[in-house]
């Protein structure tokens, strides 16, 4: 079966850290680019961060630059989003999704998306 199953998330103070994670099954997650999104209460989903197929260096929305981390692990055919620095307005519900059209080319109908996974941070 194709699919993207998320983990991680969950509730973080201001200032801690969280890792989601992303795995795929049922295909090859290196041949593909991987972007992640996040959509908080009220408001549109955005895009966070992307990571094209292969050796393509990942690309960061402005609000989460040097403090988010994407990455892949090939053997574990998972790509992961480490978040560091976490702030309040970081909480949302964070999507993977599998881009067909790469980082750039807009949404396709055959892109595949993970469950999502909700990230708190909150004292």
């Known amino acids: 079966q194709v699919q993207l199953v998320q983990s991680g998330g969950g509730l973080v103070q201001p200032g801690g850290s969280l890792r989601l994670s992303c795995a795929a099954s049922?295909?090859?997650?290196?041949?593909?680019?991987v972007g992640w999104f996040r959509q908080a209460p009220g408001k549109e989903r955005e895009g966070v961060s992307c990571?094209?197929?292969?050796?393509?260096?990942?690309t960061y929305e402005d609000s989460v630059k040097g403090r988010f981390t994407t990455s892949r692990d090939n053997a574990k055919n998972t790509v992961y989003l480490q978040m560091n620095s976490l702030k309040p307005e970081d909480t949302a519900d964070y999507y993977c999704?599998?881009?067909?059209?790469?980082?750039?080319?807009?949404?396709?109908?055959?892109?595949?998306w993970g469950q999502g996974t909700h990230a708190t941070v909150s004292s």
């Open positions: 999704a599998v881009l067909r059209r790469g980082c750039t080319g807009g949404a396709d109908p055959q892109d595949i």
């Open positions: 990571i094209s197929s292969y050796e393509g260096n990942p």
């Open positions: 049922g295909f090859t997650l290196e041949h593909y680019s």
